[in-house]
């Protein structure tokens, strides 16, 4: 079968980056041998820099000692099944105590996880081979019938899956070998590596029932879990990849207030803490003991810009609107420098298929007012609501506010509470404001909030060729051909869609200076969530 990757030349430094970044990653020799010879490189060459590099990483990193790290959540709903982890504090235990058939590097691009290989002819049916050798924290070996189950289980509306929307267009997995598993799909979707390499398609048992006792493949055995207060994890001794974990225990809490997470950083009662405020960072690296962590990931605040009423069906105003914002200096101003300036469309230059060559929609008053001008608005005050959970909507709000002035144009910003703006008034109000997090894939981001038919297309926007280019790029294969869509893709929303998307955020951890390994996976801080089996604590 052909491999689903295409390979393409690496110099020196692309592969040293590689190689890194895999070896952060928990890579053994052999997946970065494999990874280089994919990228082009002669296998002789990628072996020996393979063994050089996985020596001087050894080397770097240590074994021992104990962390607590704090999220920003904690509640009695609290699960370890994989299945129906709902926010930050249950993916980061899903990383610790399991594995996925695949895991997302650091543009998001699928690699070999329990699975050491993946083929596809048609990006329908696809052939996963098992690694061999893994075994759960019981002890029972890893086999196709586990990966049937922690698959299909998401499929049955009586397990309540948060993934079921994505599994149910899983026809089939089936064993096709006593170490391979084949999984066919109901129309052709290149990205299902992504999908599964995501935290609620972890690989669990067959047959469980009971996830209490956290029992998968992954680099730590549950010790403790007390939902709404804490789990400590201990490092699994018989973790399938070559000395790996570092630390010897791992404790996760929950602490909802950021100004409190900060304080028992600085106070070292913990040693990692995810979710920083921009305008804590100044205290935090004032401690000679303490950095932030930053990853440019995709969070975004947008105006949402409703097609189906006024302003927002008059192609004018969205124009016009879209030239007021002075993106650069939100950035400065709002997110006081840790965020990327964005093109009103919502694929973050890290991504892969991110549209590079996407021309930048510039700050320009002048165009603006003439947009407005032909708008032809009513004299009336157009409200736009906004509320501090869309983070850093209303400096938005009040700054657009000021420059639509300018053009005569007045904006009545309204500020709505936090408890309940998503249920009471997101996408129901002429504009306002949203807040997305990242999603794995293009596909994924752009199916959830523009396809026509999405319940969360913010806009209410419907573009037919939109869909029929979206449905066509999910299932090419030619990475080539589908990076030239998805740029089609990212062009149309930016010059024909209804929000006006200004800036990513970064997410911003702060951690002890003692602390090491991070690397950014632009899913969220903390390594989107998987730090567990890639930080050790320095001499």
């Known amino acids: 079968m052909e491999n689903n990757h295409v390979p393409t030349l690496v110099g020196a430094h692309e592969s040293s980056q590689l190689m890194k970044e895999a070896l952060n990653r928990g890579a053994t020799r052999r997946d970065v041998v494999a990874l280089l010879t994919a990228a082009g490189m002669h296998a002789a060459l990628a072996g ?36 129906k ?32 290989e993946f083929t596809t002819r048609d990006a329908k049916t696809w052939v996963f081979k098992l690694r061999k050798g893994v075994t759960f924290h019981d002890g029972k070996p890893l086999s196709p019938q586990d990966v049937i189950f922690s698959i299909m289980r998401h499929k049955n509306p009586a397990t309540g899956s948060r993934a079921k929307t994505l599994a149910d267009q899983i026809e089939d997995v089936a064993a096709s070998g006593p170490n391979e598993v084949t999984i066919r799909l109901a129309s052709p979707n290149a990205d299902l590596p992504v999908i599964l390499g995501t935290y609620h398609f ?89 950095a932030i962590f930053e990853t440019k990931a995709g969070p975004y605040t947008d105006l949402v810009m409703r097609r189906d009423s006024a302003p927002g069906n008059n192609p004018d105003f969205v124009q016009g609107m879209k030239c007021l914002f002075n993106r650069g200096q939100m950035v400065r101003q709002i997110m006081l420098g840790h965020g990327v300036v964005a093109n009103d469309q919502p694929i973050h230059p890290s991504m892969r298929f991110y549209a590079k060559g996407l021309k930048q929609r510039a700050y320009d008053p002048d165009k603006a007012r003439w947009h407005l001008q032909r708008a032809n608005l009513s004299s009336a005050a157009i409200p736009m609501v906004a509320s501090p959970v869309a983070a850093g909507s209303i400096e938005i709000a009040l700054i657009l506010q000021h420059e639509a002035r300018k053009a005569g144009v007045n904006l009545d910003v309204r500020r709505m509470p936090s408890d309940g703006y998503w249920a009471q008034h997101w996408m129901k109000h002429p504009m306002g404001f949203g807040m997305i997090q990242p999603r ?61 998307i200004p800036y990513f955020m970064s997410a911003l951890d702060g951690h002890n200076r003692k602390l090491r390994g991070l690397s950014p996976i632009p899913l969220g801080g903390l390594m989107g969530f998987s730090f567990a089996e890639h930080v050790w604590l320095d001499a």
């Open 202 to 290: 972890h690989i669990v048992k067959d047959g469980t029932t009971d996830f209490n006792a956290g029992i998968g493949t992954g680099p730590y055995r549950l010790k403790e879990f007390r939902p709404g207060v804490r789990a400590i994890g201990v490092r699994n001794e018989d973790y399938w990849k070559p000395n790996r974990p570092f630390i010897d225990e791992i404790e996760h809490v929950g602490i909802a207030e950021e100004t409190a997470r900060v304080n028992s950083l600085l106070a070292n009662e913990i040693d990692l803490a995810l979710a920083i405020d921009p305008r804590s960072v100044a205290r935090v690296t004032a401690s000679s003991q303490h």
């Open 440 to 500: 794995p894939s293009v596909d994924v981001m752009l199916s959830l909030f523009f396809k026509s038919d999405a319940p969360q297309n913010e806009a209410g926007w419907k573009n037919e060729k939109f869909d029929q280019l979206l449905l066509a790029a999910r299932g090419e294969i030619d990475d080539v051909k589908r990076g030239r869509m998805y740029a089609d893709l990212q062009s149309i929303i930016s010059e024909e869609g209804s929000l006006a």
């Open 85 to 116: 982890q709902s926010n930050g504090t249950d993916y980061v235990r899903g990383f610790m105590f399991y594995n996925g058939l695949t895991y997302l590097d650091g543009s998001l691009t699928p690699q070999p996880q329990l699975a050491e």
């Open 48 to 83: 020996s820099m393979a063994t050089a590099a996985a020596a001087a990483h050894a080397q770097t990193a240590r074994k021992g000692g104990r962390i607590t790290v704090a999220g920003s959540t904690g509640a009695a709903s609290d699960t370890l099944d994989p299945a």
